[in-house]
């Protein structure tokens, strides 16, 4: 009864109310083969002793200790211990969402600094507070280009992010939007002449990812030439952040949708992650989400507030510019500490570590018998796809007797590439992982990683 606040008087009194003889009589409609009759099978309650003795054991069955090839939109990074110190300050802490800006002056100033940092990342000149993730600013990015063209059109490479256009696909189903796929070339980039097929006076905008799934980098300034001709922006749309460390930004777009969960956020089991977009300044009223400004009090002294409109204020079914009324203050704080303690130059450094583990590892896996590097003469960053003899299925499962995740199979996306895997090397994974995981492709012998 601890938490049934209504007695048993009560409840007589609101059955009688309704003209019900009993609680069974609420439920009649349900038929009785489905109605529970007994107890939950449910174990006694445990004291604090045996939960932190439950959990600790539980904790022992996970896998530890393996090196991962994974990226495909997660990146395992390295997380300064410092960024879960500093969120947890008081200052950054609310009850609620920042419209009392008096007493959030902590939450709005990250916002704000997090909203600067991204624009100098993408060179647009507007960011922000943040969205769910990437796939979500993706999907926000099309919409919020029809709104501005006032088309029913969307062209989109086949090289984003297969889940990403899943989920652009449950967007536009009902906003009576039409989409045309355009695919990509023996070198891995999105098809220039099948784009110029498929956008025409109709289309919004094309939409982009650089660098793409397979890990190679777009020619941006070509593909935007072809949709600005035909009056339709474009978004490019970024999964992997930490690649702008060293690849140029895509100035050339007019909106770019980015996951920010490389930037000290862990990788989680899926999230949450941090979603971003930015833009040029004139689509600012069709920006979702939130959007915080600096400004003076009575004073004249600088604070910061939420600026243009809080969303959440007005929603018109509809008629809103999105259904999503919130941001990601959590994640998006992880990630302005992370831009702060890395910098400009850090930054750069990273990213060129991630650039040369990950051609170490193309080329030393390419090398193995049987195993081949496609779009070898593009661009990349930390991705790249090997085609194998054996699948990839068969060569994961002997990757992990030696606590090594290989990479993502492809063909579920791409039939086209049957025995294709995806590679991803951050500056997490190691020369001796690197040359492990080549040694057990090779099927040669090779000793299980180890880690202290």
Not at 280 to 298: C, N, S, Y
Not at 363 to 392: C, D, M, Q, W, Y
């Amino acid at each position: 009864m601890r938490y049934l606040p209504k007695s048993p008087s009560d409840r007589s009194a609101m059955l009688e109310s309704i003209g019900a003889s009993s609680v069974e009589d609420l439920f009649a409609t349900i038929p009785a083969e489905y109605r529970l009759t007994k107890d939950l099978n449910v174990p006694r309650q445990m004291g604090e002793q045996e939960i932190v003795e439950f959990f600790r054991k539980a904790a022992s069955r996970n896998a530890d200790g393996y090196a991962s090839f994974l990226g495909a939109g997660a990146y395992h990074h390295y997380r300064p211990v410092v960024i879960d110190a500093m969120v947890q300050r008081g200052e950054f802490l609310t009850s609620y969402t920042p419209y009392q800006a008096e007493i959030t002056q902590g939450t709005l100033q990250a916002i704000f600094e997090f909203q600067t940092m991204i624009c100098e990342l993408t060179g647009m000149e507007i960011a922000n507070a943040s969205m769910y993730d990437g796939s979500t600013g993706a999907a926000e990015s099309v919409m919020m280009a029809a709104r501005v063209t006032g088309r029913s059109h969307i062209a989109v490479a086949n090289t984003v992010h297969p889940e990403y256009r899943e989920v652009l696909k449950t967007y536009a189903q009902h906003q009576g939007l039409t989409k045309q796929v355009a695919g990509y070339g023996a070198d891995g980039r999105m098809d220039q002449k099948a784009l110029e097929a498929a956008v025409t006076d109709q289309t919004a905008c094309v939409l982009l990812q650089s660098p793409n799934f397979f890990g190679v980098i777009e020619d941006v300034a070509a593909i935007a030439e072809i949709a600005h001709a035909r009056g339709a922006l474009l978004i490019v749309s970024i999964a992997e952040g930490l690649s702008l460390g060293i690849v140029r930004a895509p100035v050339e777009a007019d909106i770019v949708s980015l996951e920010a969960q490389s930037f000290g956020v862990p990788v989680g089991f899926g999230g949450p992650y941090c979603g971003v977009l930015a833009c040029k300044e004139k689509f600012i009223r069709q920006m979702p989400g939130r959007l915080t400004g600096a400004t003076v009090d009575k004073q004249g002294r600088r604070g910061f507030v939420l600026t243009l409109s809080t969303r959440e204020q007005h929603i018109r079914r509809e008629k809103a510019t999105s259904n999503i009324c919130t941001n990601q203050a959590l994640v998006a704080l992880m990630t302005c500490i992370y831009l702060t303690i890395y910098g400009r130059s850090g930054m750069k450094e990273l990213a060129g570590q991630n650039l040369a583990k990950a051609h170490y590892a193309a080329h030393t896996l390419a090398a193995t018998p049987g195993s081949e590097l496609l779009f070898a003469k593009s661009p990349r960053f930390n991705e790249f796809v090997i085609s194998t003899a054996e699948t990839p299925e068969t060569m994961n499962a002997r990757l992990l007797d030696h606590k090594i995740i290989g990479g993502l199979p492809l063909a579920k996306w791409y039939p086209e590439l049957r025995n294709a895997s995806l590679w991803c090397a951050t500056e997490q994974n190691s020369r001796q992982e690197i040359d492990t995981a080549a040694a057990v492709i090779a099927g040669k012998q090779a000793p299980t990683l180890a880690y202290a």
